[in-house]
């Protein structure tokens, strides 16, 4: 059974500080990571995908993967109400199948 | 990002009834589109593949009798919905992945539609 676990929060930020959201999985062999915003009754926007080991930027997001230690975060800088939201991790597993595995998600709530 | 439209975005049907929901990829071709369920407060859960031109992949648990999947076209993919019960109750999210996506394949997610079953 493949898994994607992630802290359900919910996670508090203030305005302008740094939000970290984490998650890990249990296929060692994949190869594709994502993280999707979701907003309440709403569905699920790619924020980024990652698939090499390292860090990610795109503006105010940073995606860090870890593949030894089945490990890929998010991180955002300066955050903003807007931001508050479910995080959802996703994972493409090894091989042929297109199929991605999504963690619970992480609730970010960004206080003015 | 890609375009990816559902229609309707929400319907309300009594129990017994069928209900049909459109896919549709408004910017590139998708050999392949995906089918997901999410109930309140939990994530998305995977009911289907759906494949251009032959028979859709269900998971494990998903009756296929009763989600039926139709894509016939590269550009739409439909689900209904048969005999419908209010534990089918659910929002339902269709996922796009290009064609000719290579190494980056990311799937585009729909608007999704939230079905109230009476």
């Known amino acids: 059974q493949k898994e994607v676990e992630q802290n359900s929060g919910p996670l508090s930020v203030p305005e302008g500080a740094i939000a970290s959201l984490n998650c890990t999985y249990s296929d060692r062999g994949s190869q594709s990571f994502f993280w999707y915003r979701q907003y309440s009754g709403k569905s699920p926007e790619l924020i980024m995908s990652i698939y090499s080991n390292g860090d990610k930027e795109d503006g105010r997001f940073t995606a860090q993967l870890n593949k030894a230690s089945q490990y890929v975060s998010l991180l955002i800088r300066d955050s903003q109400p807007s931001d508050s939201a479910t995080y959802l991790c996703a994972v493409k597993a090894q091989g042929g199948s297109e199929k991605l595995v999504f963690g619970k998600g992480t609730k970010l709530t960004v206080n003015p | 990002g890609a375009v990816v439209s559902q229609h309707p975005s929400w319907v309300i049907c009594k129990s017994g009834t069928s209900v049909k929901i459109e896919c549709r990829s408004l910017d590139f071709q998708a050999t392949t589109m995906f089918w997901y369920r999410q109930f309140p407060k939990q994530s998305l859960m995977l009911m289907a593949t759906s494949n251009e031109g032959s028979k859709a992949t269900y998971e494990q648990g998903v009756e296929k009798d009763k989600f039926l999947i139709n894509h016939a076209s590269l550009t739409l993919s439909t689900l209904t919905v048969t005999s419908a019960h209010p534990e089918d109750s659910s929002f339902y999210i269709c996922?796009?992945?290009?064609?000719?996506?290579?190494?980056?394949?990311?799937?585009?997610f729909g608007p999704g539609t939230r079905l109230t079953v009476l």
């Open positions: 996922s796009v992945r290009p064609s000719l996506a290579g190494p980056t394949d990311t799937q585009y």
